[in-house]
T-cell receptor, first 115, second 112 residues
Framework: DADVTQTPRNRITKTGKRIMLECSQT?????MYWYRQDPGLGLRLIYY???????NKGEISDGYSVSRQAQAKFSLSLESAIPNQTALYFC??????????????FGPGTRLTVL | KQEVTQIPAALSVPEGENLVLNCSFT??????LQWFRQDPGKGLTSLLL?????REQTSGRLNASLDKSSGRSTLYIAASQPGDSATYLC???????????FGQGTELSVKP
């Protein structure tokens, strides 16, 4: 089974709808992240959480909100979706810094289309 | 502003060729640099991580180099294979456990 899972994998919605993207991980990591990827722009950080009680805005948080329901679950919401939020969304986790591996582990992505 | 740039955006080579992907970063005070591979529908996988004190890292046919002073890294792929076809992303962090700043990626196609 995958260590980081995202649901749904694909979603088409209409402008103004509320959308929730979910992420679950079995790696036991405290740190979780949400990114979006647009063609030609790489990945940009939306929100991140270093533990259940910690939520931080990233580079492009406007129009998004998050909820950290448990260590293993981190959800991203679009309160009122707009077409320029059409993108590929990735969830990631990472272990505490300073360990043997200082990297992030990514889910397979959710392709969101807002019409 | 801390930015990461990757050139070229896309590259197509015949099988068996050696190739180099480039990454540059505007602020040279990085903590580490990573190269990721992205396959459609499968997310990103970390290939190599270079700490700021290191000059290169190797894994199989992959070799990543780092020149902090010039703000550059290269990913060398030897004897390319069709299975190497993917998008390769470079990312830097500026402190331990810090946020990743990604380049735009290079889409590699290796033709049989």
């Amino acid at each position: 089974d995958a260590d980081v899972t995202q649901t749904p994998r694909n979603r088409i919605t209409k402008t103004g709808k509320r959308i929730m993207l979910e992420c679950s991980q079995t790696k036991g990591h405290d740190r979780m992240y949400w990114y979006r990827q647009d063609p030609g722009l790489g990945l940009r950080l939306i929100y991140y959480s270093f533990d259940v009680k910690d939520i931080n805005k990233g580079e492009i948080s406007d129009g998004y909100s998050v909820s950290r329901q448990a260590q293993a679950k981190f959800s991203l919401s679009l309160e009122s979706a707009i077409p320029n939020q059409t993108a590929l969304y990735f969830c990631a986790t990472s272990p505490p810094p300073g360990g043997r591996t200082d990297t992030q582990y990514f889910g397979p992505g959710t392709r969101l289309t807002v019409l | 502003k801390q930015e990461v740039t990757q050139i070229p955006a896309a590259l197509s080579v015949p099988e068996g060729e050696n190739l180099v992907l480039n990454c540059s970063f505007t602020d040279s005070a990085i903590y580490n640099l990573q190269w990721f591979r992205q396959d459609p529908g499968k997310g990103l996988t970390s290939l190599l991580l270079i700490q700021s004190s290191q000059r290169e890292q190797t894994s199989g046919r992959l070799n990543a180099s780092l020149d902090k002073s010039s703000g550059r890294s290269t990913l060398y792929i030897a004897a390319s294979q069709p299975g190497d076809s993917a998008t390769y992303l470079c990312a830097v962090t500026y402190n331990q456990g810090g946020k990743l700043i990604f380049g735009q990626g290079t889409e590699l196609s290796v033709k049989p």
